[in-house]
């Protein structure tokens, strides 16, 4: 039987991984007590994060390890950091947590529901899986798709080629408009964007209706800008626009019924 699947992005959608807090800042102090200076490393491998990705190299863009060995070696710092292995030292409470209680009971509820679920992320799998485990979300998936699995990063469709192959897309859950939103509108499947931070006046509105209100689209222009300064968003681009906006994934069941 084809499977139904229900795709999820993972940080700042359903978790808060370990990265901006703690791996990148502990990055920061190897680097500085070796060169005995300041220097904001951060900056560095996020520069070179936004080259590669501007240049579609979508799977090394996401490879932390990569890139931080490049930047020792522009350094010229002997100097072993291993960031899948803070990644593992960092995922523990309070420092990694789910970023909503109901994220899995609603997953449970739509896996008794008869749909297979699969996160889409660009994160590696070896710096994903270790904060799923340890948040208790590897056991509420079918399937982990990363970058270097599938061999692209979003918005690239084909990351979303092995589900293809065992059934149909029914939705893509994310919170980003560039990534999220643009991959699911372009396979024309469901793009659920959860926005936490939902306005009051919004939220009795129904999740479809949502998006093409003035004061979402105000949002998104803002919120397009920052996540891409290259993409125009005025006039709103249609290919950017979610079908649905959620601010709590229980809303989510209610649109798939």
Not at 17 to 44: A, C, D, H, R
């Amino acid at each position: 039987m084809m499977k139904r699947w229900i795709t999820f992005d993972l940080d700042g959608t359903l978790m808060q991984n370990p990265f901006g807090k703690w791996v990148f800042p502990e990055v920061k102090q190897l680097i500085e007590q070796q060169l005995n200076t300041t220097y904001n490393s951060t900056e560095s491998l996020v520069r070179e994060h936004e080259l590669r990705m501007s240049q579609n190299r979508s799977v090394e863009a996401y490879d932390w390890d990569d890139m931080l060995r490049q930047l020792l070696k522009e350094l010229q710092l002997e100097l072993e950091i291993d960031i899948e292995q803070l990644v593992i030292k960092h995922s523990v409470a309070p420092k990694i947590y789910l970023l909503e209680e109901t994220i899995i009971p609603t997953l449970k509820s739509l896996k008794q529901q008869g749909y297979s679920l699969a996160t889409v992320t660009n994160g590696f799998y070896k710096y994903q899986f270790p904060v799923m485990k340890a948040l208790g979300l590897s056991e509420c998936f079918d399937e982990i798709i990363t970058p270097e699995i599938a061999g692209c990063g979003k918005p690239n469709e084909g990351i979303f080629r092995a589900l293809l192959e065992s059934g149909t897309i029914v939705a893509h859950v994310g919170d980003r408009l560039d990534h999220d939103v643009f991959l699911a509108n372009h396979k024309n499947v469901y793009s659920i964007l959860i926005y936490h931070n939902l306005p009051d006046c919004l939220r009795p509105l129904a999740p479809h209706e949502r998006p093409r209100t003035e004061s979402f689209l105000q949002i998104s222009e803002e919120k397009l800008k920052k996540e891409s300064a290259y993409l125009s968003s005025t006039p709103f681009p249609e290919s950017y626009t979610p079908s649905h906006v959620i601010y709590t994934l229980a809303e989510l069941p209610s649109i798939l019924r």
